[in-house]
């Protein structure tokens, strides 16, 4: 949040983030620290406790009609990851203009974001952002990399709803002539780590459990080599990027029976990021469901101290 909020302020491009707040993230935040206002809009924040990239945010709010929509995308991209989800609904469009292009798909991809995280029971902001996707992978005046993530998303989409093996199996295969006819060197260690990651899930659901291990081998080897690579506040993103790689690991070893592998995957998670809740969390439910309470215990607690989201979830878990 913060390295976005610098990069607004100073104009350099955004990387890939992959994680994506959740809906609830600031009342969370007010039930962590109620001392902190809550805030359903970043310019209910009094002018004397705004930081200079807080300042612009507002300033940039306020002038929302009248700015690019190159800018306009930056500030709903801040927005989104600081948690204000409902004035992201309100800022951008329902349908992309016609002749606004990718950014103006971009801005209504958020919007659709917005619904699925203000109420994820409603389907109508998974479809939506389905069919975005869609129209983002199938345009031929996108670069290979930005068509492939989108199908990727496709993809792993159908593989999560029941039923829809099918239609995953068709956006691979969609996935896989993209990834193979792009330029070399156009795709980036990033994108190339979640590309087997994304296919690996198709084949955990199909139960490849085998086939599972080694595409996400590819993808923690490219993991790795991006940690390696990134400079900058690039290692943020691929700090975050292996954060996934090994979460996703650790519970298809947990799926497949090995329970030894699991462990060993959850573990190197929490080293690999002690900063993240969501890893201690991860283990101590391993820990908990194989019978290992005392261990969980110290987990939850690690992650009760780390703070929102998972403050709440980590305090009743310890209570249980």
């Known amino acids: 949040m913060a390295d976005l909020g610098n990069r607004l302020l100073s104009g350099s ?67 989104a990851k600081l948690g204000f989800w409902e004035l992201v609904l309100a800022l951008t469009p329902a349908d992309p203009a016609p002749v606004g292009g990718a950014k103006a798909r971009a801005l209504a991809f958020l919007h659709a974001a917005a619904l699925f995280r203000l109420d994820p029971r409603d389907p109508a902001g998974s479809a939506r952002m389905r069919e975005l996707a869609i129209a983002k992978a199938s345009d031929q005046e996108l670069t290979p990399a930005a068509r492939l993530s989108a199908a990727l998303n496709v993809a792993v989409h159908h593989a999560r709803a029941s039923g829809e093996i099918g239609a995953a199996k068709r956006w691979q295969a969609i996935a896989e002539s993209l990834a193979s006819s792009a330029p070399p060197n156009s795709l980036s260690l990033l994108l190339r780590s979640a590309y087997w990651r994304g296919l690996g899930l198709i084949r955990f659901v199909e139960g490849d459990h085998g086939e599972v291990a080694r595409m996400m081998d590819r993808s923690e080897d490219l993991a790795r080599w991006a940690m390696g690579a990134a400079d900058g506040f690039e290692p943020i ?84």
């Open 13 to 79: 491009p955004f990387p890939a983030y992959q994680s994506i707040t959740p809906g609830p993230l600031r009342a969370l935040i007010s039930l962590d620290a109620p001392h902190v206002p809550y805030l359903e809009d970043p310019r209910r924040l009094p002018p004397q406790h705004r930081s200079e990239p807080w300042r612009l945010l507002c300033d940039q709010v306020d002038a929302w009609s009248t700015l690019p929509s190159a800018q306009q995308l930056r500030v709903a991209q801040v927005l």
């Open 237 to 320: 993103a691929a700090l975050e990027n292996m954060n996934a790689v090994l979460e996703t690991r650790a519970r298809a070893c947990w799926s497949a029976g090995d329970l030894d592998s699991a462990e060993r995957y959850f573990r190197r998670h929490t080293d690999h990021d002690p900063w993240d809740a969501k890893a201690h969390v991860r283990l101590a439910d391993f820990l908990f469901r194989t019978g290992r309470i005392d261990e969980a215990r110290e987990g939850y607690r690690r992650a009760a101290v780390l703070g929102a989201p998972y403050t709440v979830y980590a305090r009743t878990r310890l209570a249980r």
